[in-house]
């Protein structure tokens, strides 16, 4: 079946330092890729997403580029603030399946001043 | 703004009893999803509804059952609670996964 693969957490990591969360999938046919965001006591955000093969996904100064090849979709930023702590989280969409979204386990990243 | 709120933030049940987590929308979706999650398993789909009064089974049903009576409210229920469904529980609302709404969570201790 359909799944996703994070790497383990948590990470820590000072303010300004360079962020790579890897993801990486399994799925028949074309997925949609997504990049969730929970941020402490709330719920789920999304993030950025890519429908298609070599798509780059960008929002907040965060990227992540869909990789067929490597059947990767790897978050990264280059120059993280305090405000990044949170919990993330990488998804896809099968082609079959409506609206269901397979979830990775998460990544727990914290930012120190 | 789209709003999803789920009933309660904070739960504590004992062992046995029947638990509802209600989570009710706004915005007029069709789609709605029950999911729990449980640190290094991410989230898992429990229950899903395309409609009222229509539901189907996701990924771990077992030990729950919903309820659609009407289209903004969406209900998980645990049967008899046991210590194995202490849990993080997540609604989500939406037509299409890039308008995916989600509350902010119920957690739910079971003694």
């Known amino acids: 079946g359909d799944s996703v693969t994070q790497m383990e957490g948590p990470v820590t990591l000072s303010e300004e330092a360079f962020l790579t969360i890897n993801c990486t999938y399994t799925?028949?046919?074309?997925?949609?890729l997504f990049w969730y965001v929970q941020y402490p006591g709330e719920g789920l955000q999304l993030l950025l997403k890519?429908?298609?093969?070599?798509d780059k996904g960008s929002n907040k100064g965060f990227e992540a580029t869909y990789r067929k090849e490597t059947t990767s979709f790897h978050l990264e930023k280059g120059s993280v603030q305090v405000s990044d702590s949170a919990v993330y989280f990488c998804?896809?969409?099968?082609?079959?399946?409506?609206?269901?979204?397979?979830f990775g386990q998460g990544t727990r990243l914290t930012i120190n001043p | 703004d789209v709003k999803v709120t789920q009933s309660s933030r904070y739960l504590v049940k004992r062992t046995g009893e029947k638990v509802f987590l209600e989570c009710v929308q706004d915005m007029d979706h069709e789609n709605m999803f029950w999911y729990r999650q449980d640190p290094g398993l991410g989230l898992r789909l429990i229950y899903f509804?395309?409609?009222?009064?229509?539901?189907e089974k996701g990924d771990i049903p077992e030990g729950y059952s919903v309820s659609r009576e009407k289209k903004e409210r969406f209900s998980l229920i645990l049967e008899s609670a046991s210590t194995n469904q202490t849990s993080m529980y997540l609604c989500?609302?939406?037509?299409?996964?890039?308008?995916?709404?989600f509350g902010q969570g119920t957690r739910l201790t079971v003694v």
């Open positions: 509804s395309y409609d009222v009064k229509m539901k």
């Open positions: 998804a896809l969409r099968a082609i079959q399946g409506a609206q269901k979204l397979v």
């Open positions: 799925a028949t046919g074309y997925p949609s």
């Open positions: 890519a429908t298609k093969a070599d």
């Open positions: 989500r609302s939406g037509g299409s996964v890039t308008e995916a709404f």
